[in-house]
């Protein structure tokens, strides 16, 4: 398998390495292709995201940069959308990931994911009562919207609800209620006929052990045709390739294309 990834972050958002950086320790990894993802402008949360100005510069860098090392490695050039962005014009992108970062309560933009775990469980106390399962449901709602506006290449992290829920800690992925709410999601997304991703990045943060999405979800939307490509979700080049041979193990029953064959 040749080696690409096309969930990269820099520090042009809330990544640790630089976009040259990134290329040359892909290019010493062994990577054929690197797509870069930085995250799309939310005014809501603009503590992790592109500004329009460095959304600009973002651009025009990679531009430069996919010239210079053309002949080491490809280079594409995407964003990754969340569902409340700002950005209105897509078309200078090569790809846009699909992802939902918050979910709202009242007037107030809840972070899904925002570290450490004691955050999430501040949030949901104070807007959900405690309940995980209403969370969660929300959460899931926003999915399954992510067509609505974004029309994404592929969807990213579908069950990041879950980043601080290793070993169900905090509430039952069994329950009716959950299970319910990510089925809903899914077939809503298997509409599009994109692939879904299989995501490393919470492995390589220390916040998980098994990639995104659990096996389960996994297994039901390979039975109901979905695809996946692999991806680490980047934001350290040490890591870029975290966890690619085990996921190949662990979902050698799923559908696993080379995404850069849909972008020629």
């Keep these: 398998m040749e080696l690409k990834n096309f969930h990269t972050h820099t520090t042009y958002c809330d990544g640790k390495n630089t976009a040259e ?17 930085g995250h799309s402008h939310t005014s809501i949360d603009p503590s992790y995201c592109m500004t329009t100005d460095e959304t600009r510069r973002y651009i025009d860098e990679l531009k430069t940069l996919r010239e210079k090392y053309a002949d080491k ?7 990754e959308a969340d569902l409340y962005t700002d950005e209105t014009d897509l078309s200078e992108f090569d790809y846009t990931i699909g ?29 959900f009562g405690g309940s995980f399962i209403s969370f969660s449901q929300a959460y899931y709602e926003n999915v399954a919207r992510l067509g609505e506006k974004i029309n994404p290449s592929f969807i990213g992290h579908f069950d990041l609800v879950t980043k601080f ?37 919470a492995i390589a943060r220390n916040c998980r052990v098994t990639p995104y999405p659990a096996l389960d979800i996994a297994e039901y939307i390979t039975e109901r045709g979905g695809e ?17 041979d085990d996921c190949l193990k662990r979902y050698s029953n799923c559908r696993i294309v080379d995404f850069e064959e849909r972008l020629k």
């Design 21 to 37: 950086e990134m290329i040359l320790a892909a290019i010493n990894q062994g990577f054929t292709a690197l797509g870069f993802s």
């Design 73 to 79: 490695i490809r280079i594409y050039i995407g964003l």
């Design 99 to 127: 992802s939902v970062h918050y979910v709202k309560a009242g007037d107030v933009y809840v972070p899904v994911d925002e570290s450490p775990a004691r955050h999430q469980i501040d949030y949901v106390n104070k807007y």
């Design 165 to 201: 829920n290793e070993n169900d800690c905090l509430f039952s992925t069994k329950d009716p209620r959950y299970i319910e709410a990510w089925q809903a999601a899914a077939d809503e997304l298997l509409k599009l006929k994109v692939p879904f991703e299989i995501n490393t990045g």
């Design 228 to 244: 996946f490509i692999l991806s680490s979700d980047c934001h350290d080049s040490d890591f870029l390739s975290c966890g690619f």
